[in-house]
T-cell receptor
Framework: AQSVTQLDSQVPVFEEAPVELRCNYS??????LFWYVQYPNQGLQLLLK??????LVKSINGFEAEFNKSQTSFHLRKPSVHISDTAEYFC????????????FGTGTKLQVIP | NAGVTQTPKFQVLKTGQSMTLQCAQD?????MSWYRQDPGMGLRLIHY???????DQGEVPNGYNVSRSTTEDFPLRLLSAAPSQTSVYFC?????????????FGQGTRLTVV
């Protein structure tokens, strides 16, 4: 079985400040890790993913996440947030080598304050 | 490029009524799935399908039925709606369903059961 923990349900941050959204996972097998973003009244869309190779992965809009196997974490960071980053962010995990039974975290609402 | 299309966007049902949530994708994806999203609980998998004619249960299947007669369509049926089924429902698809592939989500159906 696998699980994902997002400890912060809401994170308020001022515009242009840095932010970190935390994600920890547990699994007995190798995993793939994802961050999805959900803007208000929309579906989820992929932000970035870790499959293998470099442990630091980046998105096109300035977010990055680092896979840390020893700490079983995949925290999402951005050095300077914008109002447009206000959304809910979901960390997700799937088991390597198997069908896509995705396990989602409970989500973190990022509120960027002007 | 429609992607994943869900209808309706909003629905109010009375307890005991039945309805079908429609989901269609035009990307020729083999894998399709249904999730429900509830506050503080993230997304939970209801049912999934790895191809036409093949479906299986997810984490919370009770009260829901699915079928997959074509690659494109994956409807979700509520046979006798209950207030506990008030939620936002998302349909998702991915190319092959393996754990390393991205899921593409519809815009969601917001269902209220009174």
């Amino acid at each position: 079985a696998q699980s994902v923990t997002q400890l912060d349900s809401q994170v308020p941050v001022f515009e242009e400040a840095p932010v970190e959204l935390r994600c920890n996972y547990s699994s007995s097998v190798s995993v793939y890790l994802f961050w999805y973003v959900q803007y208000p009244n929309q579906g989820l869309q992929l932000l970035l993913k870790y499959l293998s190779g470099s442990t630091l992965v980046k998105s096109i809009n300035g977010f990055e996440a680092e896979f840390n196997k020893s700490q079983t974490s995949f925290h999402l960071r951005k050095p300077s947030v914008h109002i447009s980053d206000t959304a809910e962010y979901f960390c997700a995990v799937t088991s390597a080598g198997g069908y896509q039974k995705v396990t989602f975290g409970t989500g973190t609402k990022l509120q960027v304050i002007p | 490029n429609a992607g994943v299309t869900q209808t309706p966007k909003f629905q109010v049902l009375k307890t005991g009524q039945s309805m079908t949530l429609q989901c269609a994708q035009d990307m020729n994806h083999e894998y399709m799935s249904w999730y429900r999203q509830d506050p503080g609980m993230g997304l939970r998998l209801i049912h999934y399908s790895v191809g036409a004619g093949i479906t299986d249960q997810g984490e919370v299947p009770n009260g829901y039925n699915v079928s997959r007669s074509t690659t494109e369509d994956f409807p979700l049926r509520l046979l006798s709606a209950a207030p506990s089924q008030t939620s936002v429902y998302f349909c998702a698809s991915s190319p092959q369903g393996w754990g390393n592939t991205e899921a593409f989500f519809g815009q969601g159906t917001r269902l209220t059961v009174v």
